[in-house]
């Protein structure tokens, strides 16, 4: 933030200060919004803003998420969580938080005009994937059809024997492939930017999981048909599926600009009670380190909310 902006937005802030709000949650992912239904239950004050880029809405439909046993679209998924968030009396802001900052123990947050002040904050503003080069509306058509895929985890069980290549080299490369082997003996490892970074001990486990290994570079992915192409040194290969191990941006800047504990990618490093390294903020979901997924990022904000309501009770914080 400039320091006038700071000046003005501190100047806002203090117009609010005699009501705070308990939590303000940042991202209305899975995470934010299980947070958003403890919270609102727990009838703390509380106000929820969100950029609207949730990685659960890419999902085309999840089969592993339990109690849906036909699986469930991640739109619909989070449709049903807002709207029972919006039951118990929460309120969501689209918007952008671009400042978090501390005035003596109250956090200020500001997206666009709106300004926020809170006694404790939850982030839960997730990651995004580093997408191949391809244009955004076939990468978009191709997640839609399953021809893209980002979470073996997730979805491996639905590409069962299919043709499959991961675009990725190095540790993450590796370990995307050989984990797609339980599920499919046709995969290739292309590097996506030139020569493949591999260790000895790397090409000794591809070449006994029979796992073909391509350098790269690779680019021009498109769809065909039911199929993914994609050019690889001048030649054309065809795939049913292909999987991204490019990494992910995590979301994490507003907690390092208050001086949180991270992993060198920026993961936050949280207690087991969700605890940041910063006092008063908390945080759930991918942006922790840890598994990304949609049952983890609301086990890990139902604890996160448990323990906001807690020591705010202990602040004696909570009695109004
Ligand atoms: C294609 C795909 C398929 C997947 N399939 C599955 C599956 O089948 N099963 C499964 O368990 N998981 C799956 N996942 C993973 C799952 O989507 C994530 O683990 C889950 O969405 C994480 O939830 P979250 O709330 O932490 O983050 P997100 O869902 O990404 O939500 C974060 C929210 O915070 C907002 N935000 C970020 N920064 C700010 C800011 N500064 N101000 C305001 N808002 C902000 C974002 O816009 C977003 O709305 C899949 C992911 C992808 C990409």
Request: charged share 20%; hydrophobic share 45%.
């Amino acid at each position: 933030m400039r320091k006038n902006d700071r000046m003005a937005f501190a100047r806002t802030a203090s117009r609010e200060e005699e009501n705070p709000l308990d939590c303000l949650i940042i991202g209305a992912g899975p995470a934010g919004l299980t947070a958003a239904i403890y919270l609102a239950r727990f009838r703390l004050k509380i106000a929820i803003v969100d950029a609207g880029k949730s990685r659960a809405a890419m999902i085309p439909r999840t089969h592993n998420h339990a109690g849906f046993p036909g699986g469930i679209s991640g739109k619909e998924l989070l449709e049903r969580m807002r709207e029972q968030a919006l039951t118990f009396g929460a309120e969501i802001t689209p918007g952008l938080v671009e400042g978090l900052d501390r005035k003596k123990d109250l956090f200020l947050a500001n997206a666009g005009d709106a300004v926020f002040q809170a006694r404790s904050v939850l982030l839960a503003t997730g990651v995004v994937n580093n997408p191949p080069s391809m244009a955004p509306q076939i990468h978009d058509a191709a997640i839609a059809g399953g021809q893209l895929r980002y979470c073996p985890i997730c979805d491996g069980f639905e590409v069962t024997d299919k043709r499959i290549a991961v675009i990725g080299t190095r540790a993450h490369g590796v370990n995307e492939a050989v984990f797609l082997r339980m599920y499919s003996p046709d995969i290739t490892l292309i590097a996506p930017d030139g020569n493949h970074v591999l260790s000895a001990d790397e090409q000794s486990l591809l070449a006994d999981a029979g796992i073909a290994v391509l350098d790269g570079p690779c680019g021009g992915l498109r769809l065909e048909g039911e199929r993914i192409v994609v050019q690889v040194r001048g030649d054309t290969l065809s795939f049913e599926t292909i999987y991204p191990a490019l990494g992910s941006v995590i979301q994490s800047e507003l907690a390092l600009m208050l001086g949180a504990d991270a992993t060198p990618e920026g993961c936050l490093v949280i207690d087991r009670h969700q605890r940041t390294s910063v006092a008063g903020l908390y945080a759930a979901g991918d942006v922790v380190k840890g598994l990304d997924q949609i049952s983890h990022a609301m086990g890990e904000a139902s604890v996160a909310a448990i323990t906001i309501r807690n020591d705010l009770t202990k602040q004696r914080r909570l009695y109004r």
